[in-house]
């Protein structure tokens, strides 16, 4: 595991947050679709993003963003051990899960 500087980490979540934002604002029906509750929009930073939230997370840490009233707050906050404990063991099991299913694709030879 690598050392995480919040900070850098912080700043580069907002740059790929606000042109994730960016890049919905210029699709021709981004309004229309917002106004019928439909969110799903794929962005060319998704992976980098969630690949950034998942470092911070390795790390205890949990990248956020949320609305105070009047503007868009991001935020890194340290995770309680409860938490950071509880996340490892669920990303090792999903990693077990991984490992399991290409073992039985035949991905993996034994």
């Known amino acids: 595991m690598t050392e995480l500087n919040k900070e850098q980490a912080l700043h580069r979540y907002i740059e790929l947050s606000e042109r994730r934002y960016a890049e919905f604002e210029q699709l021709p029906d981004f309004q229309r679709r917002v106004a019928r509750g439909d969110y799903e929009f794929f962005s060319s ?4 993003l969630d690949e950034l ?6 790390n205890g840490f949990l990248l956020d963003a949320g609305w105070d009233g ?3 707050v991001y935020t890194i906050e340290q ?5 950071h404990e509880a996340y490892l063991a669920e990303e090792q099991e999903q990693a077990l899960e991984d490992l399991k299913w290409r073992y039985s694709e035949g991905l993996l030879e034994p």
């Open 70 to 72: 009047n503007k868009l």
């Open 45 to 48: 930073v998704d992976v980098e």
């Open 79 to 83: 995770m309680t051990p409860e938490e």
């Open 53 to 58: 939230q998942q470092e911070a997370q390795r």
